[in-house]
């Protein structure tokens, strides 16, 4: 299985700032790497998928990039709404597998 | 709207059975791919499984921790998806999710608890 880590586990922002959150894989995705956010009690809700297509409706504040191994997803101006826990995800192969999360919080 | 609602989660005892549902609207839900992902209290997303259309082959999938406990099914006539949990473990404790998608997962559910406790 392919294992996915995430940096850091956990991080405090205030809103307006910039945050940028790294997803590395175990081997190569490609570009087969999508991001979830989730707040708390609340299911995954889809924001980017094949590393850097934001879904729709998704604010155009997040934004991923990466190929290969190495991802980021980035918010500028943290919004409270992104208070929240983000989770990377390969489906580049069997089993489809997430990262830890990063949980975001305010400071 | 896409909507999905997971039904059937509860407490049972370690060996005992559960079936749990996932109603899917606001789409065509005979050509979706559907899949399980499950989360335990307080911990990250562990895939379960996943099948296909019927038109595409209704292949199945399952994740190494529960193949050969777990069964996926789907009755399209009813817009309904269904996991069919037997011998569960309390390592199955977690909240199961289904979400339409086979690789990524577009659209989730609100989740059902299931707490496998003696």
């Known amino acids: 299985d392919i294992q996915m880590t995430q940096s850091p586990s956990s991080l405090s922002a205030s809103v307006g700032d910039r945050v940028i959150i790294t997803c590395r894989a175990s081997?190569?995705?490609?570009?087969?790497l999508s991001w979830y956010q989730q707040r708390p009690g609340k299911a995954p809700k889809l924001l980017v998928f094949a590393a850097a297509t934001l879904q729709s409706g998704v604010p155009s504040r997040f934004s991923g990039s990466g190929s290969g191994t190495d991802f980021t997803l980035t918010i500028t101006s943290l919004q409270p709404e992104d208070f929240a826990t983000y989770f990377c995800q390969q489906s580049y192969s069997t089993p489809p597998t997430f990262g830890q999360g990063t949980k975001v919080d305010i400071k | 709207e896409v909507q999905l609602a997971e039904s059937g989660g509860g407490l049972v005892k370690p060996g005992g059975s559960l079936r749990l549902s996932c109603v899917g609207s606001?789409?065509?839900?005979?050509?979706?791919?559907m899949s399980w992902v499950r989360q335990a209290p307080g911990k990250g997303l562990e895939w379960v499984g996943r099948?296909?259309?019927?038109?595409?082959?209704?292949?199945?999938d399952y994740a190494a921790p529960v193949k050969g406990r777990f069964t996926i099914s789907r009755d399209d006539s009813k817009n309904t998806f269904y996991l069919q949990m037997n011998s569960l473990k309390t390592e199955d404790t977690a909240v199961f999710f289904c979400?339409?998608?086979?690789?990524?997962?577009?659209?989730w559910g609100q989740g059902t608890l299931v707490a496998v406790s003696p």
């Open positions: 979400a339409t998608g086979w690789r990524k997962f577009d659209y």
């Open positions: 606001g789409f065509t839900f005979s050509n979706a791919w």
């Open positions: 081997q190569s995705v490609s570009s087969h």
């Open positions: 099948i296909k259309s019927l038109v595409d082959g209704g292949t199945i």
